[in-house]
């Protein structure tokens, strides 16, 4: 019977593939600088379509319900892209959307859909927040509230 239970449950684990190609954090000091480009740098193994994510962990102290990023992909010749883009993360009563833990909150933001990369190439991803507050022209200088920022990519062939 034990024999039995642990075939399945080995089955079970190394049936289970992950999807993600690439995933790396960096860990935000206090506040986020404006001036503090977050950047990955990364290789794929294989030429296929891909969604790609900034994920973004924050706590208690993040003020706003949205955050804009502008971000920027590479690969080694050229930008491949660059997007300034919306993302709410806190719905009308000001409840933080996303997975919960602990005192962190964890949201995955869609950054590319289906996109194809190419493999044994050199990418890279840079994240800087844009945040301003109504009626100030210029962006906000320093973020609170957030703890980390981080870059996945999960296959999708």
């Given at each position: 019977m034990r024999f039995k239970i642990l075939l399945i449950t080995s089955f079970f684990?190394?049936?289970?593939?992950s999807n993600i190609e690439y995933i790396q954090y960096n860990s935000i000091e206090n506040q986020w600088d404006k001036d503090s480009i977050q950047n990955f740098v990364f290789e794929l193994a294989d030429t296929k379509k891909y969604n790609t994510y900034i994920n973004l962990r924050i706590n208690k102290d993040y003020p706003f319900s949205n955050i804009f990023l502008i971000t920027t992909l590479k690969d080694s010749l050229s930008v491949l892209s660059k997007d300034t883009l919306n993302f709410k993360i806190a719905d009308k009563s000001g409840k933080f959307l996303g997975k919960k833990r602990v005192n962190i909150i964890e949201n995955s933001l869609i950054h590319k859909e289906k996109i194809e990369l190419g493999k044994n190439k050199k990418y890279s991803v840079s994240v800087e927040h844009a945040m301003r507050v109504i009626n100030k022209v210029s962006?906000?200088?320093s973020l609170d509230g957030v703890v980390d920022v981080g870059y996945k990519i999960e296959n999708i062939d």
């Amino acid at each position: 019977m034990r024999f039995k239970i642990l075939l399945i449950t080995s089955f079970f684990v190394f049936s289970c593939e992950s999807n993600i190609e690439y995933i790396q954090y960096n860990s935000i000091e206090n506040q986020w600088d404006k001036d503090s480009i977050q950047n990955f740098v990364f290789e794929l193994a294989d030429t296929k379509k891909y969604n790609t994510y900034i994920n973004l962990r924050i706590n208690k102290d993040y003020p706003f319900s949205n955050i804009f990023l502008i971000t920027t992909l590479k690969d080694s010749l050229s930008v491949l892209s660059k997007d300034t883009l919306n993302f709410k993360i806190a719905d009308k009563s000001g409840k933080f959307l996303g997975k919960k833990r602990v005192n962190i909150i964890e949201n995955s933001l869609i950054h590319k859909e289906k996109i194809e990369l190419g493999k044994n190439k050199k990418y890279s991803v840079s994240v800087e927040h844009a945040m301003r507050v109504i009626n100030k022209v210029s962006g906000l200088k320093s973020l609170d509230g957030v703890v980390d920022v981080g870059y996945k990519i999960e296959n999708i062939d």
